[in-house]
């Protein structure tokens, strides 16, 4: 990957309705780093927007998986509360009547969340990755040490 240009989705200067316009327009390629879920009330909607984008734009928008992006954890009501991945997809059903749908679409999100790569290199100089790999994904393999 050549001319990465990483923006920080919290800018105030970043709308998502601009988002399209702005990704489409620019020779930059946006590299998001996991962590979509659990971290407010609106992490459906931004994983939402965020699979939009990499449909949209499949060559300049990359997204990574974070530990979050790990059915144990983003499932886990009991930790994360109404800020759980669960529970906000869960709500999101009850409040279009779809009360039995909320578990489908949580299911369906993990679902794409397996196929989102862990790591990338830029230029082969630069490592990235997000801070916490899932615990499930890291077991050795037979006799090497690390990541199998």
């Known amino acids: 990957m050549r001319a990465f240009c990483v923006k920080k989705i919290a800018q105030p200067s970043f709308r998502w309705s601009d988002a399209p316009a702005q990704i489409d327009v620019t ?8 962590d979509y879920v659990d971290r407010g009330p609106h992490s459906v909607e931004l994983t939402a927007r965020l699979l939009a984008l990499k449909v949209l734009f499949p060559h300049r928008v990359y997204l990574m998986r974070g530990n979050h992006e790990l059915r144990t954890i983003n499932g886990d009501e009991d930790l994360y509360g109404a800020g ?5 997809c869960k709500a999101l059903a009850e409040m279009a ?3 039995e749908e909320g578990t489908i679409v949580w299911e369906r999100f993990n679902r794409s969340f397996e196929f989102m790569p862990l790591a990338a290199t830029l230029d082969n100089e630069v490592f990235c990755c997000h801070g916490g790999i899932p615990r499930a994904l890291c077991k050795p393999a037979k006799g090497k040490r690390g990541v199998s």
């Not at 020779?27 to 996991?34: E, F, H, I």
């Not at 759980?84 to 906000?88: A, D, K, L």
């Open 84 to 88: 759980s991945f669960m529970t906000q």
């Open 27 to 34: 020779p930059s390629r946006l590299l998001c780093l996991g």
């Open 97 to 99: 009547d779809m009360d």
